[in-house]
Antibody, heavy 120, light 107 residues
Framework: QVQLVQSGAEVKKPGASVRVSCKAS????????IFWVRQAPGQGLEWMGW????????SYAQKFQDWVTMTRDTSINTVYMDLSRLKSDDTAFYYC?????????????WGQGTLVTVSS | DIQMTQSPSSLSASVGDRVTITCRAS??????LNWYQQKPGKAPKLLIY???TLQSGVPSRFRGSGSGTDFTLTLSSLQPEDFATYYC?????????FGRGTRLEIK
């Protein structure tokens, strides 16, 4: 069965960087884009960007353009999301999700989420 | 960016009730509209894609409709496990955007 398993919770100080991983299983890793979505506590969902695991190509939301980097390692079916220069308002759950474009365009499987807490 | 406006932002209902949540896009998005359910502490779960197609495994009491700019999610005969927050999301163009959510609470 399709699964996306994310790395564990992180606590970081302002100005630091964080890496969140998302390991895929149960399907051909390079066939589906992976999207990253974040959710601040008690807030809604915000798209951060996507990565094409086949080519490594990326697209980032304008808001995150200068401080997010998404990469992948096809040997272990894992994508990574690096966020730099963290601020307190980056405290949020970060989700990876698989994009499916069969008969539409939707996020059909999600990771369990990774809580990143930014605090001095 | 396409703005997605959901209403209501919250509602209270009882088990067995029928409820409708609406989502309006700031421009036409054809049928590129998806609905997700999120329970506290959990990741969102896809319910409906392409405005009206039920994701595999989702009960038939969930129904989506609409096209263009106006969409609805209808839950008939609410079950205890349906009390959650619901989000619409457009995938017509980038950036994908979500509504602010509708919190469905038990009356």
């Amino acid at each position: 069965q399709v699964q996306l398993v994310q790395s564990g919770a992180e606590v970081k100080k302002p100005g630091a960087s964080v890496r969140v991983s998302c390991k895929a299983s149960g399907y051909t890793f390079t066939d589906y884009y992976i999207f990253w979505v974040r959710q601040a506590p008690g807030q809604g969902l915000e798209w951060m960007g996507w990565i094409n695991p086949d080519s490594g190509g990326t697209s980032y939301a304008q808001k995150f353009q200068d401080w997010v980097t998404m990469t992948r390692d096809t040997s272990i079916n894992t994508v990574y999301m690096d966020l730099s220069r963290l601020k307190s308002d980056d405290t949020a759950f970060y989700y990876c999700a698989r994009q499916n474009v069969y008969d539409g365009n939707y996020l059909d499987y999600w990771g369990q989420g990774t809580l990143v807490t930014v605090s001095s | 960016d396409i703005q997605m406006t959901q209403s209501p932002s919250s509602l209270s209902a009882s088990v067995g009730d029928r409820v409708t949540i609406t989502c309006r896009a700031s421009q036409t998005i054809s049928n590129y509209l998806n609905w997700y359910q999120q329970k506290p502490g959990k990741a969102p779960k896809l319910l409906i894609y392409a405005a009206s197609t039920l994701q595999s495994g989702v009960p038939s009491r969930f129904r989506g409709s609409g096209s263009g700019t106006d969409f609805t999610l209808t839950l008939s005969s609410l079950q205890p496990e349906d009390f959650a927050t619901y989000y619409c999301q457009q995938s017509y163009n980038s950036p994908i955007t979500f509504g602010r959510g509708t919190r469905l609470e038990i009356k």
